[in-house]
């Protein structure tokens, strides 16, 4: 709200021109370069999606094949990077161990660092190796066999493959694949805004990268996806969702997967998983977490008017694919990371130093008192 002048949470703000998403609150509907999100989630994949993200046109069925190798080529971890995940502790949050990788990755590939139109290839390794660097991590923690190549896995199956090692089903991929599709990108959300401020000043697409990994991380952005989880575990079951959120929404706690500052109808991406989490729970002859989200999604909507978010059912869907849970954001973030390379290019063709000012209401003019005559205040 304008409080003389200021747009708290830049709400509302337009603060640049992009030519990548487009996001309709009011009518609830997400396009990725002029694609309706439920068509590209309904007949396309995640690498026809970044693909799409990064170069602006759907690929030939040629320009397809040769992402996806040049993806699988690149999803190899260099041997330091194997190091310091061999120091990581087993609790270590997954998302700084992302953000630290990450980082390490740029003093190892300087070349993939330079600003401008040459980071595409940036784009791709850390498209490709961000799975990489969860799957040995997890790995390392869980004792289990060290990750071995599968060049010939799909962008998806390579994800489940790198986090679980089992073979997974073309249900599990499929489900899998839609969501990375529907968390590729979203417009100037807080991680990309902040991939898109660090691009502003010439910064490398690697350091514009660790930026929106930190920012994700935070629970009322990328974080929301675990507490979710967190969430159904206190309700139990459906007949407590009502006690518990309305005792929650008593205590003015936030009810995590509600609400979200740009659509003010249901979020298009929680009505593609919501039919996701509840066919793979079919499958699998587990619908105990689908039937919990729809108990809490008919309290939250009845006392506080609230509509779904990306959040709301993507852990569930994680969860039946055997991820841990605390590995649900990171995933998220091996999704986005194709969106804040598309938006880091797309800044660096037309740069302009992001820089907004702020409204002083500090004092002025303050007479300087010599410490030795200063007292306590
Ligand atoms: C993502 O920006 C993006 O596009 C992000 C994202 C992406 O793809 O990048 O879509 C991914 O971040 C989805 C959101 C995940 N976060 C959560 O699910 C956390 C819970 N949601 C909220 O914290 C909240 O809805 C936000 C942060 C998402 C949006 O908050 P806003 O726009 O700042 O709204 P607000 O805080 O001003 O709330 C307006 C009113 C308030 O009521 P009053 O105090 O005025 O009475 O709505 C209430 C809020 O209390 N409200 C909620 C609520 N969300 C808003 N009340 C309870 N639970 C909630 N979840």
């Known amino acids: 709200m304008a409080e003389g002048g200021v747009q708290r949470g830049l709400e509302d703000v337009v603060a640049l021109e992009s030519q990548i998403c487009f996001i309709d609150g009011k009518e609830g509907r997400l396009i990725y370069r002029g694609y309706d ?40 971890l260099p041997e ?54 969860l799957g040995h991590f997890h790995r390392a923690r869980a004792g289990m066999p060290r990750l071995a190549p599968a060049p ?84 139990g079951t459906p007949a407590r969702a009502e006690e518990v959120v309305r005792a929650k929404l008593a205590r003015h706690e936030r009810i995590m997967g509600f609400g979200h500052r740009v659509y003010k109808v249901e979020d298009p991406r929680a009505t593609i998983l919501r039919e996701w989490s509840r066919k ?14 729809r108990q809490v999604e008919q309290v939250v909507h ?20 055997g991820i841990p849970r605390d590995l649900f954001t990171p995933l998220f973030a091996a999704s986005r990371v194709s969106g804040w390379t598309a938006h880091v290019l797309e800044e660096y063709q037309d740069l302009r130093l992001i820089r907004p000012t702020s409204r002083y209401v500090g004092p002025i003019d303050l007479a300087y008192v010599p410490i030795e005559k200063r007292t306590a205040a």
Request: aromatic content about 6%; glycine content about 8%.
């Open 37 to 76: 999100i439920r068509e590209l989630a309904e007949r396309s994949t995640f690498e026809e999606v970044a693909y799409l993200l990064w170069y602006g046109r759907l690929p030939t069925p040629d320009q397809l094949d040769g992402l996806r190798t040049r993806l699988a080529g690149l999803r190899a």
């Open 280 to 293: 793979l729970g079919q499958a699998k002859g587990n619908l105990r977490y689908f039937d919990l989200l």
């Open 80 to 133: 330091p990077i194997e190091r310091i995940l061999a120091e990581m502790p087993p609790s270590a949050n997954a998302m700084d161990v992302l953000r630290t990788c990450v980082s390490a990755l740029a003093i190892l590939e300087p070349a993939e660092t330079q600003p401008g139109p040459s980071s595409i290839g940036g784009a791709l390794r850390l498209t490709a190796v961000l799975p990489t660097i």
């Open 152 to 235: 010939d896995l799909s962008h998806a199956a390579w994800v489940l493959h790198a986090l679980r090692g089992t073979e997974a089903s073309e249900l599990e991929v499929r489900a899998l694949d839609v969501a990375l599709i529907l968390h590729a990108d979203h417009e100037l959300n807080a991680s990309t805004f902040a991939a898109r401020v660090t691009a502003s000043t010439l910064s490398d697409l690697y350091s514009a990268v660790t930026s929106a990994i930190g920012t994700l991380k935070g629970p009322l952005h990328g974080g929301a996806n675990e507490r979710v989880m967190e969430l159904l575990d206190e309700v």
């Open 302 to 321: 009845a006392e506080k008017g609230l509509y779904p978010n990306v959040d709301l059912y993507s852990g569930s869907i994680y969860t039946l694919l």
